[in-house]
């Protein structure tokens, strides 16, 4: 598979993500945390995550870019 093929997955999968991140925080908020609050943790947990994937993606699309500028 080629860099830029990969550049262009990568960016469709943060943009998957920050859907995902959104629907948990909006779930979160429909959940009052008193009543629910198992729940309320699993959707911070999950927000938790895919910001970490988020962060290591962005470090893998600079990197495949940075490559692909040195003519790798």
């Known amino acids: 598979m080629q860099i830029q093929e990969l550049l ?13 991140s959104e629907l948990a925080e909006r779930l979160r908020k429909q959940v009052p945390e008193m009543e ?5 943790a699993q959707c911070s947990v999950i927000q938790a995550f895919l910001q970490q994937v988020r962060s290591q ?6 990197m495949l870019k940075v490559r ?3 003519g790798g």
């Open 57 to 62: 993606e962005a470090l893998l699309s600079d």
């Open 8 to 20: 262009k997955q990568t960016q469709e999968l943060r943009q998957t993500m920050a859907k995902a």
């Open 36 to 40: 629910e609050p198992a729940m309320s």
């Open 68 to 70: 692909t500028q040195a």
